[in-house]
């Protein structure tokens, strides 16, 4: 299995400042067909998952500008560019390229 | 707007099946373009595939899960289904539904239902 790895798994922030989360994988992502099929979810508390960004760069229909995905073969990046407070929730990676489809722990963003 | 619906026993026996349903609207899930998945989450743990299914039936299941899983299409009512065999309390979670891992939604789940809680308790 491919073993997604974030770090931190908590990031306190203060609103209106930029938050970083990473992401690797134990293998590379690249599929056979050339895309890398990682992307970024949120789970803001008490409810499900959120897609926010796939193949690593790709904003999802409604997902603010303030987020975006970068990175390439083992190694990629979810930033915020300025934090709010709807923001707060835990952040996973996850990779579509091997089976089983595996997550990342998940990071914790809140609020200082 | 495409909406995923999961349903099913909150409560599930030691060594019993538990068995779900995700009612899909706003898209079919004769869609030649999406398949349709479930994911569970422990309570205050991360995320786990469980498995897939496409329009032709094709399934693929989570490797640790294999031998008890099954997941099933009934396109009449636009539903998916899961069951679990001889659950423990280690299958105790919020069992959630998605729609994705297409080249459409770039290999990612789209779209997600509220999630069940199922705890297997006697």
């Not at chain 1, 209106?16 to 056979?32: D, T």
């Not at chain 1, 789970?43 to 229909?61: A, T």
């Not at chain 2, 786990?48 to 496409?54: A, H, N, Q, T």
């Not at chain 2, 009449?76 to 729609?99: E, G, H, I, M």
């Amino acid at each position: 299995d491919i073993v997604m790895t974030q770090t931190p798994l908590s990031s306190p922030v203060t609103l209106g400042q930029p938050a970083s989360i990473s992401c690797r994988s134990s293998q590379s992502l690249e599929h056979s067909d050339g895309n890398v099929y990682l992307s970024w979810l949120q789970q803001r508390p008490g409810q499900p998952p959120r897609l926010l960004i796939y193949k690593i760069s790709k904003r999802f229909s409604g997902v603010p500008d303030r987020f975006s995905g970068s990175g390439a073969g083992t190694d990629f990046t979810l930033e915020i560019s300025r934090v709010e407070a709807e923001d707060v929730g835990v952040y996973y990676c996850m990779q579509g390229t091997q089976f089983p489809r595996t997550f990342g722990q998940g990071t914790k963003v809140e609020i200082k | 707007q495409v909406q995923l619906q999961e349903s099913g026993p909150g409560l599930v026996k030691p060594s019993q099946t538990l068995s779900l349903t995700c009612t899909v609207s706003g898209d079919s899930i004769s869609s030649v373009i999406y398949y349709w998945s479930w994911i569970r989450q422990p309570a205050g743990k991360g995320l786990e595939w469980i498995g897939r299914i496409y329009t032709t039936g094709n399934t693929i299941y989570h490797p640790s899960l294999k031998s008890r899983v099954t997941i099933s299409l009934d396109t009449s009512k636009n539903q998916f289904s899961l069951k679990v065999n001889s659950v423990t309390a280690a299958d105790t979670a919020v069992y959630y539904c998605a729609r994705g891992e297409s080249s459409a939604s770039g290999g990612a789940f789209d779209y997600w239902g509220q999630g069940i809680l199922v705890t297997v308790s006697s």
